[in-house]
């Protein structure tokens, strides 16, 4: 059985961020048999705002499992557990876990991810849609306004198009021309896509722009996204770019 697990607000300033933490919580539970397979972790950009309480960039962690030899009630617990007792000292921890629930319960949840990108939300107004779609939302510490972020995130990765997946990717030295093929051979992604959508076929050649690289959330599956130079030649994106996912 699969579900989404999704945190938000478990660190301060001068900790380690909430993608840290997931990982760490992926890490445990893939031991202690909770889980037996993980996604990546993708990043969620929230409400970018000053009336928005955030540590550094308002983003929300979520991955897909599946279950192991333990109950989904049982992850919930360890996961509460978990981020009661590691997240950091004045955060406001928040998490929430979706399994189960009907389509228009997942459009609902959607929704309310795509609103939390551009509106500032309360937390009434998560527990309600909580309540009303049947999914699990906790609160951990502090004001508890990390629900917020945490059902948003859930309902973006619903979406199957919203996150940056958690670490960098090198694939090579900047200028360095290679085939689409080679990308995934290299990293392990789904596909190559453009942003304005459109599928790379395995033969045509990307340059690199640099050392690192973000792959991202994209129709469900891992992806690399690239543009068209002033040339009109694929390229990858700088990270400065994908700071758009």
């Not at 309600?128 to 779609?133: L, T």
């Not at 990717?169 to 689409?180: A, F, M, N, Q, S």
């Not at 790379?200 to 994209?218: C, Q, T």
Request: hydrophobic share 35%; with cysteine.
């Amino acid at each position: 059985m699969s579900f989404i697990l999704c945190i938000d607000d478990t660190d301060n300033i001068s900790t380690p961020g909430s993608g840290q933490l997931a990982q760490q919580l992926i890490e445990t539970m893939l031991e202690d048999d909770y889980i037996s397979d993980c996604s990546s972790i993708a990043r969620h950009q929230l409400f970018f705002n000053e009336a928005v309480p955030y540590t550094s960039h308002n983003s929300a962690m979520s991955f897909s499992a599946e279950l192991g030899n333990r109950s989904l009630d049982d992850v919930i617990d360890f996961a509460s557990d978990f981020l009661r007792e590691n997240s950091a000292a004045g955060s406001d921890p928040g998490l929430c876990v979706v399994n189960g629930i009907a389509p228009w319960d997942q459009v609902r949840i959607a929704a309310y991810g795509i609103r939390a990108k551009s509106e500032l939300l309360t937390k009434q107004s998560a527990y309600r849609f909580a309540n009303i779609s049947g999914v699990h939302l906790s609160e951990h510490g502090g004001t508890g306004d990390g629900i917020i972020g945490a059902i948003a995130g859930a309902g973006l990765r619903i979406t199957g198009n919203d996150g940056r997946l958690r670490g960098w990717l090198r694939l090579g030295e900047k200028g360095e021309l290679i085939t689409v093929a080679e990308i995934i051979r290299r990293t392990g992604v789904d596909k190559v896509v453009s942003r304005s959508d459109k599928l790379l076929s395995p033969v045509e050649k990307v340059r690199l722009s640099g050392g690192k690289i973000k792959a991202v959330f994209h129709r469900h599956m891992e992806a690399i996204p690239v543009l068209r130079d002033e040339n009109g030649r694929w390229k990858t994106l700088t990270p400065e770019q994908s700071k758009q996912y």
